[in-house]
């Protein structure tokens, strides 16, 4: 079955452009043209992914995507947040709140379109082989997609889910921003490692609710690293 996608955006001709492209991909596509009309699509619809304008009419993007975030049934759904905005701060501000990628109005189809594609496949638990690892406090699950520490589950982002998998999955190995960048999110992203560190800081906040121990090392000026446990 393919998959099913919700467009979000007031401007008309934007929204019609990436549904046309995105049917001849073969995904489903619905639409809603503000953020009231989205949130009510996105907890009445089974879906795969959001794209997710920023400058929404009644509820701004960013609150749409804080109320998926803070919803434990929804809060696994990817977000490529969609906007004219290119300021910095917008961008951090958008992958602090959980979205999963971040694409800059004016776009190419085909750059839309691979970043869906990416995060999608990154998404997906279809290619996971019931592998449970526990480091330390830290238990994952493959399998399940799930984390818990000291049996508290965590509530992560497919992004972070899959940046702790590479880095549990590897202790003591440091991984450059790049080289999870390609890993993960799949593409060239240009160089923006902010990316990186952005849900390097989210993972450390959430680990650090329920643990004291420093599990995520910084290895300056090359990358990150999963703390060899002894």
């Given at each position: 079955?393919?998959?099913?996608?919700?467009?979000?955006?007031?401007?008309?001709?934007?929204?019609?452009?990436?549904?046309?492209?995105?049917?001849?991909?073969?995904?489903?596509?619905?639409?809603?043209?503000?953020?009231?009309?989205?949130?009510?699509?996105?907890?009445?619809?089974?879906?795969d992914l959001v794209i997710l304008d920023l400058m929404l009419p009644q509820v701004d993007g960013f609150e749409v995507c804080r109320q998926i975030r803070s919803d434990n049934k929804l809060n696994r759904l990817p977000i490529v947040m969609l906007s004219a905005k290119g300021e910095e701060v917008d961008k951090v501000l958008g992958l602090e709140l959980g979205a999963d990628d971040y694409?800059?109005?004016?776009?190419?189809?085909?750059?839309?379109?691979?970043?869906?594609?990416?995060?999608?496949?990154?998404?997906?638990?279809?290619?996971?082989?019931?592998?449970?690892?526990?480091?330390?406090?830290?238990?994952?699950?493959?399998?399940?997609?799930?984390?818990?520490?000291?049996?508290?589950?965590?509530?992560?982002?497919?992004?972070?889910?899959?940046?702790?998998?590479?880095?549990?999955?590897?202790?003591?190995?440091?991984?450059?921003?790049?080289?999870?960048?390609?890993?993960?999110?799949?593409?060239?992203?240009?160089?923006?490692?902010?990316?990186?560190?952005?849900?390097?800081?989210?993972?450390?906040?959430?680990?650090?609710?329920?643990?004291?121990?420093?599990?995520?090392?910084?290895?300056?000026?090359?990358?990150?690293?999963?703390?060899?446990?002894?």
């Amino acid at each position: 079955m393919s998959s099913k996608i919700l467009v979000v955006d007031d401007e008309e001709n934007i929204v019609e452009l990436v549904k046309f492209n995105l049917e001849r991909e073969g995904y489903q596509v619905l639409t809603a043209y503000d953020g009231a009309e989205a949130l009510e699509k996105i907890k009445k619809k089974e879906l795969d992914l959001v794209i997710l304008d920023l400058m929404l009419p009644q509820v701004d993007g960013f609150e749409v995507c804080r109320q998926i975030r803070s919803d434990n049934k929804l809060n696994r759904l990817p977000i490529v947040m969609l906007s004219a905005k290119g300021e910095e701060v917008d961008k951090v501000l958008g992958l602090e709140l959980g979205a999963d990628d971040y694409v800059t109005k004016p776009f190419s189809p085909r750059e839309l379109l691979a970043r869906v594609k990416a995060v999608l496949r990154r998404s997906s638990t279809s290619d996971l082989d019931g592998k449970l690892i526990k480091k330390g406090e830290i238990k994952l699950d493959l399998e399940k997609y799930q984390v818990e520490i000291k049996g508290q589950e965590l509530n992560l982002t497919p992004k972070e889910f899959a940046v702790l998998s590479i880095l549990i999955g590897h202790p003591g190995q440091v991984f450059s921003r790049s080289h999870l960048l390609e890993e993960i999110w799949g593409y060239d992203y240009h160089g923006d490692t902010r990316t990186v560190d952005v849900h390097i800081r989210r993972l450390r906040k959430k680990i650090a609710q329920y643990s004291k121990e420093e599990y995520i090392l910084t290895v300056r000026g090359v990358g990150y690293k999963f703390k060899e446990l002894k």
